[in-house]
């Protein structure tokens, strides 16, 4: 029996995906779990597995394609098997309707109880009649919830906590929206554009699209507040020397400067609650499990990698978990829910010689750490002038959340657990 591969559903919010490129040609074998094809979220780039080993058929999908979530877009035959009759193209969407600006720029927490792919087939969820009619009347799409019945089946209660999760993304998702229609006529301004030559046009789509109207929503409508602070380096660079080959021994990955701070962030956050927090309506909301985002960039746009719970996780495991992350998100390999739900980022600059620079807070985040390189630098050390590796850290903060003595006792403690880092391991 052929097999139906369809643009999956990888995010509770994706309607549509745009269509990259096949890894695969048509009459070609493929094996199961093989990456097949790549699809654009407003996320990223992301690999798509083949679902079944066979032969690559029926291919109706071409490049920039935007096509709806769980429409079929090839087939996988067995040898002499034939197509399934009338296949016709791929009703793609217009591209102008295809990425809808997510509320306010916020990314969506990551769906609780997403079925698998072959649940998404229109027809073949498995659901109790009870449940069915729940969820047509409370608008609740049973593709995406996660049956906790008998061979993945449907219940009343499933739909209920589905409805919930909605629910609770909707609230803030509204508010955000009427703050983003309030700022909108800005960004339809026009202005005048320079009388020069054009050496090309880019479309602003896809991630690059998502980033501009967050770090846009960002910049007008959170306060952002600055500080600065620079570290001595100095015991840090020892306890890396100490340690380094011992780290690589056991986890097989370099230890780097950037895992070290993350560890010294993960530690102290705890303490610092309102730079570990977000802002929903009228409400602050602060959170217990330190998810941290590490800014990453690949040769098109920028995406943030989450490391989540990192105050449960000591220095092997960060060098094991950034090392894994950074690694799948240049393959294109990471799922949506690895790219969202971050508490706190941390942007580092200083491989590329950038000294000091500040970033704007990733929403709904409270706060976001901006790190340059190190620096060999004169400083007075018990009155006498002598060189150290001098490290510049800047925090922005949502003054809305943040004093700026919150956010500068925050600074100085991580600047004094860098500079006395031995209890880090």
Excluded at 64 to 76: C, E, G, K
Excluded at 152 to 161: F, M, P, T
Excluded at 250 to 259: D, I, N
Excluded at 304 to 319: F, H, R, S
């Amino acid at each position: 029996m052929a097999i139906e591969v369809i643009l999956p559903k990888v995010d509770m919010v994706m309607e549509t995906g745009t269509f990259v490129e096949w890894l695969k040609q048509e009459g070609e074998t493929v094996e199961k779990g093989q990456p097949l094809f790549v699809i654009m979220t407003d996320k990223a780039a992301i690999e798509i597995e083949a679902p079944a080993s066979g032969i690559l058929a029926g291919v109706r999908a071409k490049v920039d394609d935007v096509i709806p979530v769980s429409q079929t877009i090839a087939y996988i035959l067995q040898p002499g098997e034939k197509l399934p009759a009338a296949v016709s193209a791929v009703p793609a969407v217009a591209a102008s309707a295809a990425i809808q600006p997510q509320a306010s720029g916020m990314t969506a927490p990551a769906a609780v109880g997403v079925a698998p792919q072959a649940e998404n087939v229109p027809g073949k969820v498995r659901a109790t009649p009870v449940a069915r009619r729940m969820a047509a009347e409370l608008g609740v799409d049973l593709a995406v919830v996660r049956g906790r019945g008998p061979q993945g089946r449907v219940h009343r209660a499933d739909v209920l906590e589905a409805a919930d999760k909605q629910a609770q993304l909707a609230e803030p998702a509204a508010e955000a929206l009427a703050t983003a229609a309030q700022i909108a006529p800005l960004a339809d301004m026009q202005i005048p554009l320079p009388d020069a030559r054009r050496k090309g046009v880019i479309p602003l789509a896809g991630p690059r699209k998502i980033i501009a109207q967050r770090m846009a929503y960002s910049a007008a409508v959170a306060p952002h507040i600055t500080l600065s602070i620079g570290v001595d380096m100095s015991e840090t660079a020892r306890l890396r020397a100490r340690v380094l080959a011992q780290i690589e021994q056991k986890t097989g990955q370099r230890l780097s400067f950037t895992a070290i701070l993350l560890r010294a962030v993960a530690t102290i956050l705890p303490r610092h609650p309102y730079l570990n927090a977000s802002l929903a309506g009228e409400e602050i909301i602060l959170w217990e499990d330190v998810h941290l985002g590490v800014a990453t960039s690949l040769e098109e746009y920028l995406i943030v990698p989450v490391i989540c719970q990192a105050q449960e996780k000591n220095l092997e495991q960060i060098v094991v978990t950034l090392a894994d992350l950074v690694e799948r998100a240049r393959a294109k390999r990471l799922a949506p829910s690895e790219m969202s739900g971050s508490t706190f980022t941390i942007s580092n600059l200083g491989m590329f010689g950038i000294e000091s620079f500040t970033a704007i807070i990733n929403p709904p985040e409270s706060a976001i750490l901006a790190v340059g390189k190190i620096v060999d630098t004169y400083i007075k050390v018990e009155n006498e002038m002598t060189v150290r590796p001098v490290m510049n850290l800047t925090i922005s903060a949502d003054h809305r959340i943040v004093d700026g003595a919150a956010a500068a006792n925050f600074l100085v403690e991580l600047k004094n657990t860098l500079e006395n880092p031995y209890l880090l391991i």
